[in-house]
């Protein structure tokens, strides 16, 4: 099968997903048997103080990510902060990454490459591939991992929004609800139901749907007093 029309098959797929998690889980086994890869991971930026991996085809890859964030240091979140892609031929001896190179040849991982995700509108994170023998990755696997790497960031665009729009509508469903056990059990209004709701998730710092879950979880005893 030629290259576009592999990459497009895997794009459908990647598309047919319906959830972030499953979508970011697909992603990395796809871009180990793309390329030379023997293990794949995906750092995910939340936002720009919050990056995490969200998938990872082995725990090593998981340290190697957890060692970039703990030293603030290393290819993966180069390529989310730099708007580029990273080729690492020996992580022991590359003295872009002093600390965390050693770190990756002590778990077994002597090349990487590291392809930022994004799309117009923000970066989701990192793609990063991981080899154990030195000088694995060339200019072919570049290119194929930076062109699989743009069907993977409008994958998790669709499955970003999707799962947002999800969690808004099972919010508005847990509030009304609730909304509807507090006015059965004080006899109040649907508006002083909401301003229950709306204060408690002010004053305990917890989102108003989950304020509305622990409501239809647990009535509420006494007076109304939040």
Aim: charged share 25%; proline share 2%.
């Amino acid at each position: 099968m030629e290259e576009a029309d592999f990459l497009s098959q895997i794009a459908l797929e990647l598309n047919a997903e319906l959830t972030m998690q499953s979508t970011a889980e697909l992603i990395t086994e796809y871009a180990r048997i793309t390329t030379a890869a023997d293990d794949s991971g995906l750092l995910f930026m939340r936002t720009h103080r919050s990056i995490e991996t969200v998938a990872a085809t082995s725990d090593r890859v998981r340290e190697l990510h957890q060692g970039q964030l703990d030293l603030d240091e290393g290819p993966c979140l180069a390529a989310i902060r730099e708007d580029t892609s990273y080729l690492v031929e020996d992580t022991e001896f590359d003295e872009r990454w002093p600390t965390w190179g050693p770190l990756a040849a002590q778990l077994g991982i002597r090349s990487a490459l590291c392809i930022r995700l994004e799309s117009i509108t923000r970066t989701y994170g990192a793609l990063n591939l991981f080899a154990e023998s030195v000088g694995a990755f060339g200019q072919a696997d570049l290119t194929i991992g930076q062109n699989f790497a743009r069907h993977a960031s409008v994958a998790l665009s669709t499955a970003y929004v999707k799962e947002g729009l999800q969690i808004a509508i099972d919010a508005r469903t847990f509030v009304g609800q609730a909304q509807g056990i507090l006015m059965g059990r004080y006899g109040i209004t649907a508006e002083r139901a909401f301003d229950y709701l709306r204060r408690r998730s002010q004053q305990e710092n917890v989102k108003l749907g989950d304020i509305a879950h622990d409501v239809i979880e647990k009535i509420p005893e006494g007076p109304l007093e939040a």
